[in-house]
């Protein structure tokens, strides 16, 4: 097909009663309103000159199968003259439909004629070329009857015995410009197409070659898009699919288009994901990271509160009561049973003893395990040392580890050689262990487990067994009351320095359990004046000439003074 610019002009030759040509029509509706304002399509008629065969002479020879006084007529549609259609009825329709097409290009509505087209064949099958069919197949695809009416008059008319029609006139003029005869006809840019009018569903260019030689005609690279092999002659859905049901963009609310998407919690459109603790919840839910944090806040961190209420803390319920980290040296302190005995060793000097007094209470504190946690639980009070020749020194021994040395020796003898020496001790030992201790400190003196472990510890010191030194006294503690520690709360998100009502309480708390230790603190002291108050009574008697009973006979074997002092 020649192409001289981007716009192809094509033309349809056909009449109304042509059944070939309205199929055509009714399989080429899609592609020629797709082709659009990128196409101009005329149809003409296939119309007779009258005059050319005298139909319009006198008296008319040619009858009903002319016009407007014999100038326009049609061959008789079932070429019977007496009967059915006649040649009138076709120039008639054809008449009107011209003036349709007209009433469609003024309106924007191209659309109307190709359907009313399709739709009248039904009224050509019937042999119905009438107005009444005409008018009734304009009412059903929304064409004005009454404009179409107004265009035939306008034109001249279409009656047996009237006059000249400019539009019948028109398409004979062009009739005789392009010399075509043969119906269905069509051109393409001024040329006779001679193909197939054939343009079956799925139309495609290679099975519906009309729409091919129109698309040839356009110059290259301006065709339209209807031209192209990959256009979609049913409906695009919202995805751009052809033919589509919107469903290969949809999301998961099943609208196109949404972007929505199932969540890992498969929750449509959601912000859930899996937290920290592996439960599946939306972005800005206050349960997020929630339920495995610790009490520090921190996902799986595995922290608790212990029983004293602290984060991550060790500790638990003393014996007496009271609730310590288990590392804490207060434990079983407040409420501790408190055992003071008295021990002589010879093989030692009371100044050697003196060096060597840690190494003694962590001695005494291991045979004693594990009623007495470490050395910490068990102090030398004081150190007696009996002097060879009669008398003795003392070595008093504090609370801080200080010492208060006197000499109480009154023997006329010039000798200072030390033959024994007294060890005041006082252990605390676990609450209700008081009894069970003493008795396995006597037992570890008798059965020798005391010497070796003195010996293990490079300490050359004997334990002088006496049998007429007074018993242990055992003082049983008394349980506190329980103590809970509050947790020091953090500052808020603004820094506030203030003091909160948790920190108060923290204060508070902190403040009983001060004075339960001052407490035990004061009678720890109180029993320790006791024992000083009671060696002093016994130094000022062997001053008066009075040797006491647990000191007066050296070889005795019994020498273990578990008195109280």
């Known amino acids: 097909m020649p192409h001289p610019d981007n716009h192809v002009e094509w033309e349809l030759w056909t009449s ?4 070939r040509a309205a199929s055509f029509v009714s399989n080429f509706i899609a592609p020629a309103l797709a082709l659009g304002k990128s196409v101009s399509f005329t149809p003409n008629y296939g119309i007779l000159d009258g005059s050319w065969y005298g139909c319009d002479t006198a008296g008319l020879p040619c009858g009903r199968q002319c016009t407007n006084g014999g100038r326009y007529c049609a061959e008789d549609p079932d070429n019977d003259i007496t009967h059915g259609t006649d040649g009138l009825a076709v120039v008639q329709e054809n008449l009107r439909q011209i003036c349709l097409f007209q009433q469609a290009n003024a309106t924007q509505k191209p659309e109307l004629w190709w359907q009313y087209v399709t739709e009248f064949a039904a009224c050509t099958g019937k042999g119905h070329l009438t107005e009444a069919c005409s008018t009734q197949t304009m009412k059903l695809v929304g064409a004005d009857a009454s404009l179409v009416a107004q265009c035939v008059a306008d034109a001249g008319g279409s009656d047996y015995e009237g006059g000249v029609n400019t539009l019948l006139a028109a398409q004979l003029a062009r009739t005789d410009q392009v010399g075509v005869a043969i119906l269905p006809s069509i051109r393409i840019n001024d040329k006779d197409y001679k193909g197939s009018l054939d343009c079956p569903e799925p139309i495609h260019l290679g099975t519906c070659p009309v729409l091919s030689a129109i698309c040839s005609g356009f110059q290259s690279h301006s065709a339209p898009a209807v031209c192209r092999t990959n256009y979609c002659w049913g409906k695009v859905d919202a995805c751009g699919v052809c033919n589509g049901d919107g469903s290969t963009c949809a999301g998961c609310d099943g609208v196109p288009n949404s972007g929505k998407k199932f969540d890992a919690c498969s929750v449509c459109g959601g912000s859930g994901s899996f937290d920290k603790c592996g439960m599946c919840l939306p972005a800005n839910h206050s349960f997020r990271d929630f339920s495995c944090a610790g009490c520090d806040g921190v996902p799986n961190s595995g922290k608790v509160n212990d029983a004293c209420g602290v984060c991550g803390g060790d500790g638990s319920t003393d014996m007496c009561g009271n609730c310590f980290a288990a ?20 093989g030692m000097d009371g100044i050697g003893l003196l060096k060597v007094e840690r190494e003694l209470e962590s001695g005494i504190a291991k045979l004693l395990f594990p009623n007495v946690s470490s050395a910490e639980d068990v102090r030398v009070v004081s150190i007696i040392s009996h002097l060879a020749g009669g008398g003795s020194s003392t070595i008093n021994i504090t609370s801080s580890g200080s010492t208060d040395n006197s000499d109480n020796g009154t023997s006329t003898s010039t000798s200072t050689k030390t033959d024994r020496v007294t060890v005041q001790l006082e252990v605390a030992a676990h609450p209700g262990t008081g009894q069970a201790t003493s008795e396995q400190l006597q037992q570890s003196v008798h059965n020798g487990a005391f010497d070796r472990e003195m010996h293990a510890r490079h300490m050359s010191v004997t334990v002088d067994i006496h049998d007429d030194l007074p018993a242990p006294i055992v003082r049983a503690g008394t349980p506190a009351a329980s103590v809970s520690f509050v947790p020091t709360p953090s500052k808020d998100n603004h820094g506030d320095s203030s003091l909160a009502t948790a920190q108060i309480a923290g204060i508070a708390v902190a403040g009983v359990v001060a004075l339960a230790l001052f407490g035990v603190g004061v009678r720890r002291f109180v ?17 008066m000439g009075r040797p006491m009973a647990e000191v007066s006979n050296p070889a005795q074997s019994a020498n ?6």
């Open 527 to 543: 029993v320790q004046r006791e024992d000083r108050v009671r060696m002093d009574m016994r130094n000022l008697i062997s001053d």
């Open 560 to 565: 273990v003074d578990f008195s109280s002092l």
């Open 16 to 19: 109304s009663d042509d059944m």
């Open 327 to 346: 590392n804490s040296p207060q434990r079983n302190k407040a409420c501790a049973d408190t055992i003071s005995v008295s021990i002589e060793l010879t």
